[in-house]
């Protein structure tokens, strides 16, 4: 029997989870979406694609129980709206789900503990932190699970999440962490990228082409990880000694690099601990 899924607030993120399951062969007519406009649903529908055109998508602007319908007799719920609607989206379907409803939140900085609260006692709830690597399907998704969730629901949720990208089941007090490597990780690398390209136009590039030329190695360096992991032993192997890279690298860390690297997740880290603070469910 195919699991009914639906997706509430079904943009960037949901949208991609949800691609990424009719594209590996789930039944689109199985998949239940809501947006909030008109101009959503053409949206969803065409990052869909033709094989997703059985999907329901309903407009929650057009009707107002598109929530609590999409989630009737639904096995897994992926909330994705933003945080700040989190809480309230929770208790706007508490009536219509099924006891056993397997739910998801992929909202950053809302814990288990809100969502629970939120949601009819017992509830089988999981909390999932993704980054935006996602949307082209080499996300890394950390999830956090409550003492509800079955063993067939957990593997249920990572057969779902793994169609975007890597899925680690960690625990809760690490999601902190978590948000500090690879929640907001990508954007270290395109910071990285960012400053290539400005050192080489100081160097005597044009722009297009140091931009390009930065991109694509911080790209090309990521697919070597994706092979091995063991960033370290990947560094040395193109670490001649008294070579260019060698220079390069003991100047980086003659700086401070590994210094300012931790405090900068750190700080990452500290705001994540308030943003859960701040949703949490009265």
């Known amino acids: 029997m195919t699991e009914h899924i639906a997706f509430l607030g079904t943009g960037s993120m949901n949208g991609s ?19 909030r406009s008109k101009n959503s649903i053409d949206r969803l529908r065409h990052q869909l694609g033709p094989n997703g055109r059985d999907a329901v998508v309903i407009g929650c602007e057009l009707n107002p129980e598109a929530n609590r319908e999409a989630v009737s007799g639904a096995s897994v719920v992926l909330l994705g709206v933003k945080p ?21 939140s992929v909202a950053a900085g809302v814990t288990l503990d809100t969502l629970q609260k939120a949601l009819p006692a017992g509830q089988p709830v999981i909390r999932c932190m993704p980054n935006t690597p996602s949307s082209v399907g080499k996300g890394v998704l950390a999830i956090s699970v409550s003492e509800a969730v079955t063993e067939k629901q957990l593997a249920l949720a990572e057969k779902i999440l793994e169609t975007v990208g890597l899925v680690v089941q960690v625990r809760e007090d690490q999601m902190d962490a978590v948000t ?5 990780g990508p954007a270290y690398g395109f910071l990285l990228a960012e400053t290539m390209a400005s050192a080489g136009v100081k160097l ?33 192997a193109v670490t001649s000694p008294n070579g260019t890279t060698e220079r390069a ?15 900068a997740m750190r700080a990452c880290a500290a705001r994540s601990a308030e943003l859960s603070e701040q949703y949490t469910a009265d």
């Open 84 to 104: 700040y609607g989190i809480v309230e989206l929770a208790r706007e379907i508490s009536p219509a789900l099924a006891p056993d409803a397997l739910v998801i």
């Open 17 to 35: 989870i949800a691609a990424g399951l009719i594209a590996g062969g789930y039944p689109a007519e199985a998949i239940r979406a809501t947006v």
């Open 249 to 263: 690298i003991n100047t980086f860390i003659d700086k401070g690099l590994f210094d300012l690297t931790e405090d």
């Open 204 to 236: 005597g590039l044009d722009e297009e082409t140091a931009q390009r030329l930065a991109s694509a190695t911080i790209a090309g360096a990521g697919y070597l990880l994706d092979s091995n992991p063991d960033a370290a032993a990947l560094r040395k």
């Open 180 to 184: 500090a490597v690879s929640g907001s």
